[in-house]
């Protein structure tokens, strides 16, 4: 019933830019938080950047400065913009999405490839 639909990823350039999209759809959604995390190969899943119902915010220290994370709680979507990309950014970046009394949902990843 829930679905999480992640957009917006591709192949870009050192120093591009990209702008990932993530909307959560179904039924009497109240969403707690949304957040994108991201794996690399070989790697362990990284949370990116979260941001709360509230407005409240965080991103990694990696990515601090280049990415920016806002949301629309009224369409229960989350955005990530991403600047300045750099090789060890890429991966594939996952959104999830915490909904009160229903719990955690993820969505199916989005590849993010930053090469030359």
């Known amino acids: 019933q829930v679905q999480i639909v992640e957009s917006g990823g591709g192949l870009v350039q050192p120093g591009g830019s990209l702008r990932l999209s993530c909307a959560a759809s179904g039924s009497m959604l109240s969403v707690v938080s949304m957040g994108w995390y991201r794996q690399a190969p070989g790697k362990q899943r990284e949370l990116v950047a979260v941001i709360f119902s509230g407005g409240t915010s965080t991103t990694t220290d990696s990515v601090k400065g280049r990415f920016t994370i806002s949301r629309d709680n009224a369409k229960n979507t989350v955005y990530l913009q991403m600047n300045s990309l750099k090789p060890e950014d890429t991966g594939v970046y996952y959104c999830?999405?915490?909904?009160?009394?229903?719990?955690?949902?993820w969505g199916q990843g989005t590849q993010v490839t930053v090469s030359s």
């Open positions: 999830n999405a915490i909904f009160k009394g229903m719990g955690s949902y």
